[in-house]
């Protein structure tokens, strides 16, 4: 009997919950009751809700990525945002003038170009800067499918978003009058 009495007090020292088990311990026991809960008021459709919640989280996730990619790239941008106005600005300025010249167009064309490789290395070294600011806070971590999948998501919506700024720009320069032969 005392054998039985020793095991019934160890046993009862080993489930006695201590303060640092208790938050872990009620969140687990609040996932299963949701769970056991869900089922019997949803029955086989559990599996569809919790589907859809699945797929509205990483909709979500998604979501994150693309804000805190453009957030990146805009930043970047912006630095270089007055630059690349005054030069757009100084070209259609230039394209209103009546009397052009042949040398002057010439000019505009060398000034552009310098101009936006200028903005281009600038902007590219303003983004690479802020992207390792963002890298700094997974470095640590080692490499896993999660790490892995997170930076080629970041980098994906970043090169989009430069794509989409890209496609902005790009008409408004070609369609200066130096390009357009007027």
Sequence with gaps: ??????????????????????????????????F???YQLLGNHFGEVMGMF??????????IFVIIAEFTVLKSFFLVAAELSLLIFLAKSYCDVPNRSAVGNEALKNLLT??????????GRSLWKAIKEH?????????????ILAIALFLIFTVFF???IYSVIKPIILNLCIYKGI
Excluded: H
Aim: glycine content about 6%; charged content about 25%.
């Design 36 to 38: 056991f809960i869900g």
């Design 114 to 123: 310098i101009g936006l490789f200028y903005i281009a290395v600038t902007f």
């Design 54 to 63: 699945t797929m509205i989280l990483f909709a979500l996730m998604l979501v």
């Design 162 to 164: 430069i794509g989409q």
């Design 1 to 34: 009997m005392s054998i039985f009495k020793e095991k019934f007090k160890q046993l009862k020292d080993e489930l006695t919950l201590k303060k640092e088990n208790i938050r872990p311990f009620l969140l687990s026991v609040g996932i299963t009751l949701f």
């Design 135 to 147: 890298y700094k806070k997974v470095e640590k971590e080692r490499w896993s499918k999660e790490k």
